[in-house]
């Protein structure tokens, strides 16, 4: 039922004629209790009529004209619009990290992200160029152009711990990605138990967490998008008497690898000058091609599929 005060201009109404809804154009009250309308048919022919409290009960307003009707607020709209356009540029900007960063990439460093990098669904990769190739750009623009594109929610970097903050601040101010630095205060504030499982973005030291076996358990009974560890060779292996000798870093680094999709080890020194060791640094990648490596001794093996080595010249 409508009340004689809902038939406003522009209202669509039941009940005047008989299964037709029509449009009101005008409305003149005639007292209280009384009101004139004038009105569209369906077929547009306008009419008049005169209407009284006792027609309240055969009146309904049609919902028709609202179906489409759009009710939000102008800003709410252009936010929300805004959004999904960023949400959809990497599908018309292959480069957007680069266009939303506060960086200016060398031609290199451009190579060995979208050229290399990105194309490798898993990434199980070795970023070894030489000092002052900017990995860490490189790697800034990897864990962007991965979040935008909706392929990395959750990631983790390891780096040693003098490099922590510098980690932090690299991301946040040339990439505007904020990272959590895990520290002892973490694990005491964690409100679930398992600190690694409350943050999305995460930066860890790599002896805290390798020297406790407590803080591995915890890491491991988590999933990880995309794992970068800085400084990687410190997770180092040897043969020694044909036997393989671990070390704890080691442990953590293969550790990582289990736990994540996506795997970026980087270091300026892969290579230690002993293919036994080099091969066994590369099972953190892929343990499975490197599984019997050690028996080879110092047989070389062709890595270009899984390492970028860029040398200064």
Known sequence: MARLEDLKAGVQVNGILPQQTVTIIDVTWHGSAAVEITYRRADGEPRSQLLYRTDEANLSISQTRHKWAFTAPGDTFKLTAEAFRIHLAHLFDPVLAVHTSLVLPLPHQITA????????????????????AGKTIMAGLLIKELIVRGDVRRCLICAPGSLAGQWQDEMWFKFQTHFDIFTRE???????????????????????????????????????????????????????????KVTKRYRLGELLGSISRHFLL??????????????????????????????????PVDVSDIMRRMVKE
């Open 113 to 132: 992200v979208y050229g290399e990098m990105l194309s490798r669904q898993p990434l199980r990769y070795l970023l070894a160029d030489d000092p002052g």
């Open 186 to 244: 973490t694990v005491e504030s964690s409100v679930s138990g398992n600190p690694f499982q409350e943050k999305d973005l995460v930066i860890i030291r790599l002896d805290q967490v390798a020297r406790s076996e407590e803080l591995q358990a915890k890491l491991s009974r988590t999933d990880w998008d995309l794992v970068i560890v800085d400084e990687a060779h410190k997770m180092s292996a040897s043969l020694w008497g044909g036997e393989m």
């Open 266 to 299: 980087m270091t300026a020194t892969p290579h230690n000058g002993k293919e036994e060791d080099f091969q066994m640094f590369l099972r953190l990648i892929d343990p499975d091609r490197f599984e019997n490596r050690s028996k080879l001794h110092n047989e």
